[in-house]
C-alpha cells in the first residue's frame, strides 16, 4: 500500500456552488425515487472495520519506520536550563534524541484554526508539556530512551488551585459568542421579581477519552511532508502543520481516513504530529509517534472546569424576566480558546432582563480547548438543574416551567426562529416517558432504594460551514465522491453515499466515498455537529450539478426528470444514464453560510428524561432508564442518527455521575491519567437507551434541510440525571460529578 494514497483529477472540473442566502425549500432527496436518505442502513465501512482492514493513522506501512515518543515536563511552570540526554542516547535501539525548543507546540491547535498553534516549549506552562522527543530503531527503545532523560529546570510561580484565584477572572477576547452580554436591566429586574432563585453549579475538567490515542506517521517525500494523522479537520490542520514547521501549506499533506473518535481533541493538531514531521526531516526517515493514554490525558485538551452563578427572576405565574448566567472558566494564560458556558442560555428561554458572562481565570493546567458539545454539555447542566430548582419552588411541573418561558423569536437578535420543536420533544417525550407517574422529590421508597424521575431541555447551535467534495459519475454507472472530509465513527461515509445515491438515482453500493486526504477538495471538517449538514450539502449540490447535465442529455429539465435504479425517466422514455454520457462526467459541489443565519436563529432541540434509583444507605445510583426525543431538520440515516443520540446520552450518564479530571493542586500534574482512574461510563453504568426523533425539515439550514445532532444529545443530558437524583432524594448536588459522598452527606440519619 503507498502511504501517499490517490491523486485526484485536474482543476478544471465544472463548480456548482451556492452561498446560503435564501431558503431551500425544494430537495430531490424528497423527490428521489431510489428511497435511501433517512434509512437506517448499515454503515459502509462496516466490515472493513470488523474485519481489522480499515488503516487508522498509526496503521499504515512506511520503509524504514521509527518510533518516538515525546518527553514531557516534570514541574508545573517555570523554564528548561538543560536537558541531560546522556543516558538515553546512550541505551541500545536509540537514534537520537531531538529537541527543537522553538518550533515544538506547547498545546494542540483548536479547531478550524489555520495559525501554528502556541509554540516554544522553553518555556514550561503545564506538567506534561511535550519538551522533545526521543527516537527509536523499536518503540521499547525510543519509551525506554524518554524515561531516561533528565531535565534540569528553574521553577516559576504558578496558578494551580482554581479556588484560590477565582477573584482574577478577565472577560475574554470578542469571538463570534461575546463574552459578556446584556440586555435591559438585570439587577433592577431581579431585585423587584416576586421569584427568585439565586444558585451555583460546578462543572469539573474533563477529557474526551477518544477510544483511539493522538497518533502520527511523518514521511518526507522530497520537500513535501506526507502525514496520516488522528485529525478530524484536514485541510485547516494542513495549515496548521505548515505554519508551525515554516513550510508553504501546499507541502503538507495530511491523510486521515478512519478517525476512531475525537470528541473535539483531535480538531487540531496535538504536540506528535509536529515533533514526528521535525524528527522524519532531521533523520531521513519515516516516523511513527502514537501517545500513551497518560500522554493524551497530559498533553491534548481538557475541557475547562466552570463555576456557573444562575439567578432567574419571575413573577408569580413563573414567566422569567430576569435571567443572569455568569461562569468563571479555568483557562491557560497564553490560550485564546475559552469554554462558551452560556451559548444555550442566550436563545433558550425568555426574558427581558438579562446577563450572560463568562470570565477566565489563568491557571496552568493542561491546555482547554473543545470537547464535545462546547459550552451547551456543562452550560445546560447548570441552567436546566436550575430550572428544576425553579420549578421546584414555584411549585410548576419542570415542563410546564418551560412551556411558560419559551420564546416566540430568538429574545436577543429578535429574528425568528428558522424551526424550533423544544416543547413538542418535552410533551412527546413526557408522553411515551409515562411522566405523569412521576411523584413528589423524596418519597418513592422501595426498601433500600429511592426512586425519582428527572426532565431537561436540550439545545445545540446549528452551524454550516464551507464545505467542497468532488463527485464523478463513471461510464460504468458508479457514483465516487472525494473530500477531506472525515469520518470520526459518526457515519460521514454511509450518509455521503446515501445522499449520492438518492440524488444520482443510484443503488448505495454503486456509490464509492473517498474521505480524509487533504488533496481532495477542501471540506468543513468533523466539528461542531456541522459536518453532515456542510459537507452533505456539497456532496449534494455536486449531484445536483450532474442531475442537470443528465437532464440536458434527455433533453428534459431536472425537475421532470426521475432518476432511479442507475436509469435517467422522462418524457415516457428510460435510459440507462451510462448512455448519457461518454466519459466520466465529474462536478466540485461547494456550499457556504450565508444571510439565512443572519436572518434566522438556527439550533437542534430536544427533551431528556431520566429514571434513577438511589440506595439511602450508600447513596449509589444507578440509571434505570433515560429517553430522549429530539429534533434536528432532516435526519439522514435514523441508525448512525440513534447512535450519536446514543452517545451523547451516555456522555451526559459520565458528565452527571463519574467524570473528573483531577489535578495535583501542588503541580497542576493530571492525577487520574488514565480509564482505570478517569472513570467514563461502563456498560453496567449505561441502561437501555431509547431515542426518538421528530419529523421535521429545515429549509433555512442548508439545501438538505438538516441539522446537527452529534452533540445535541449531550447537551442537557447530565441535568435530566441531576434532576432525577433530586427527585428521588429530595438532595440537591450542584457540584459535579454527583457522588456517592456528596449524597450521604445531605442524606438525613434516619433515611
Not at 425549500?25 to 482492514?53: C, H, M, T, W, Y
Not at 511532508?225 to 495530511?254: C, E, N, T, W
Not at 486521515?256 to 493538531?269: D, E, M, P, Q
Not at 430548582?389 to 426562529?417: H, S
Request: overall charge negative; some cysteine; charged content about 25%.
Amino acid at each position: 500500500m503507498s502511504i501517499l494514497g490517490k491523486s485526484f483529477g485536474s482543476d478544471d472540473t465544472e463548480t456548482n456552488a451556492l452561498v446560503m442566502d435564501d431558503p431551500r425549500p425544494k430537495s430531490f432527496l424528497d423527490d428521489g425515487a431510489q428511497d435511501v436518505i433517512g434509512k437506517p442502513i448499515n454503515r459502509v465501512e462496516g466490515p472493513l472495520k470488523v474485519a481489522g482492514r480499515a488503516p487508522y493513522a498509526a496503521e499504515y506501512p512506511a520503509e524504514r519506520l521509527v518510533h518516538g515518543v515525546l518527553v514531557r515536563a516534570t514541574f508545573g511552570r517555570g523554564k528548561i536550563t538543560k536537558i541531560d540526554d546522556s543516558v538515553a542516547r546512550a541505551l541500545p535501539g536509540v537514534i537520537d534524541v531531538i529537541v527543537d525548543y522553538d518550533t515544538f507546540i506547547r498545546s494542540p491547535g483548536q479547531g478550524g484554526d489555520t495559525n501554528a498553534p502556541t509554540q516554544g516549549v522553553q518555556d514550561v506552562q503545564y506538567f506534561g508539556e511535550p519538551v522533545a522527543v526521543v527516537v527509536g530503531e523499536t518503540f521499547e527503545a525510543a519509551r525506554d530512551g524518554a524515561a531516561a532523560v533528565r531535565l534540569e529546570y528553574k521553577e516559576a510561580d504558578a496558578n494551580f488551585v482554581f479556588a484560590a484565584h477565582k477573584d482574577q477572572g478577565k472577560e475574554p477576547k470578542k469571538d463570534q459568542i461575546p463574552g459578556h452580554s446584556k440586555q435591559g436591566n438585570f439587577a433592577k429586574a431581579f431585585n423587584e421579581a416576586p421569584v427568585q432563585l439565586d444558585v451555583t453549579y460546578t462543572t469539573p475538567s474533563q477529557n474526551s477519552t477518544a477510544m483511539e490515542p493522538h497518533a502520527s506517521i511523518a514521511e518526507w517525500r522530497d520537500d513535501t511532508l506526507i502525514l496520516h494523522g488522528a485529525y478530524q479537520m484536514v485541510a485547516s490542520d494542513q495549515q496548521q502543520l505548515a505554519k508551525a514547521l515554516g513550510v508553504s501549506a501546499d507541502k503538507v499533506r495530511i491523510i486521515a481516513r478512519y478517525v476512531g473518535g475525537g470528541f473535539g481533541s483531535k480538531l487540531g493538531i496535538a504536540p506528535e504530529s509536529v515533533a514526528a514531521a521535525v524528527a522524519a526531516k532531521k533523520l531521513g526517515r519515516p516516523v511513527k509517534i502514537v501517545l500513551a493514554r497518560q500522554q493524551v490525558y497530559e498533553a491534548t485538551v481538557r475541557r475547562s472546569n466552570t463555576e456557573q452563578r444562575i439567578r432567574l427572576g419571575t413573577d408569580a405565574s413563573g414567566r422569567i424576566d430576569a435571567l443572569s448566567h455568569n461562569s468563571l472558566i479555568a483557562n491557560t494564560p497564553y490560550e485564546q480558546y475559552w469554554e462558551p458556558v452560556g451559548v444555550g442560555t442566550h436563545f433558550i428561554y425568555g426574558g427581558e432582563n438579562r446577563e450572560i458572562n463568562h470570565d477566565l481565570i489563568p491557571m496552568n493546567l493542561t491546555a482547554a480547548g473543545s470537547m464535545r458539545a462546547p459550552g451547551e454539555a456543562v452550560g445546560m447542566m447548570g441552567l436546566e438543574c436550575a430550572m428544576d430548582e425553579l420549578a421546584e419552588k414555584l411549585g410548576l411541573d419542570p415542563i410546564e416551567l418551560r412551556r411558560r418561558n419559551e420564546p416566540a423569536q430568538e429574545p436577543e437578535k429578535q429574528i425568528p426562529f428558522s424551526s424550533r420543536a423544544m416543547i413538542p420533544a418535552l410533551d412527546q417525550g413526557a408522553q411515551l416517558f409515562g411522566w405523569s407517574q412521576r411523584k413528589a422529590a423524596g418519597t418513592d421508597r422501595r426498601g433500600e432504594w429511592l426512586y425519582g424521575m428527572g426532565v431537561a431541555a436540550a439545545v445545540r447551535s446549528n452551524q454550516l460551514q464551507k464545505s467542497a467534495a468532488k463527485v464523478t459519475l463513471t461510464t460504468d454507472g458508479r457514483a465516487i465522491i472525494d473530500t477531506d472530509m472525515t469520518d470520526i465513527g459518526t457515519g460521514t461515509y454511509t450518509i455521503l453515499a446515501q445522499i449520492a445515491a438518492e440524488t444520482l438515482g443510484l443503488p448505495v453500493e454503486k456509490v464509492v466515498v473517498h474521505l480524509g486526504d487533504g488533496k481532495a477538495p477542501a471540506s468543513s471538517g468533523s466539528g461542531g455537529s456541522w459536518g453532515a449538514g456542510s459537507s452533505g450539502s456539497s456532496v449534494y449540490l455536486a449531484c445536483e450539478g450532474i442531475r442537470e447535465k443528465l437532464a440536458k442529455a434527455m433533453g428534459a429539465s431536472a425537475e421532470e426528470m426521475t432518476l432511479k435504479d442507475g436509469r435517467a425517466i422522462a418524457q415516457n422514455r428510460a435510459v440507462p444514464v451510462t448512455e448519457l454520457i461518454e466519459e466520466n462526467l465529474s462536478v466540485i459541489g461547494q456550499i457556504e453560510p450565508g444571510k439565512q443565519e443572519k436572518k434566522f436563529h438556527q439550533a437542534s432541540y430536544g427533551a431528556h428524561f431520566c429514571a434513577v434509583k438511589v440506595n439511602a444507605v450508600t447513596g449509589e445510583v444507578r440509571v434505570e432508564r433515560m429517553l430522549g426525543v429530539f429534533s434536528a431538520g432532516r435526519i439522514l440515516n435514523e441508525k448512525t442518527a440513534r447512535s450519536q443520540c446514543l452517545g451523547g446520552m451516555t456522555f451526559g450518564i459520565g458528565a452527571a455521575l463519574t467524570e473528573e479530571l483531577i489535578h495535583d493542586e501542588r503541580n497542576g500534574k493530571v492525577v487520574n491519567r488514565d480509564m482505570a482512574e478517569y472513570h467514563v461510563p461502563v456498560n453496567a453504568d449505561v441502561p437501555q437507551l431509547e431515542v426518538h426523533f421528530l419529523n421535521e425539515r429545515d429549509i433555512h439550514a442548508n439545501p438538505i434541510q438538516a441539522k446537527g445532532i452529534g452533540e445535541l444529545g449531550i447537551s442537557g443530558a447530565g441535568a435530566a440525571v441531576a434532576n432525577a437524583i433530586y427527585n428521588a432524594t429530595g438532595v440537591r448536588v450542584r457540584d459535579f460529578p454527583i457522588t456517592c459522598d456528596k449524597i450521604i452527606e445531605q442524606l438525613p440519619f434516619d433515611a
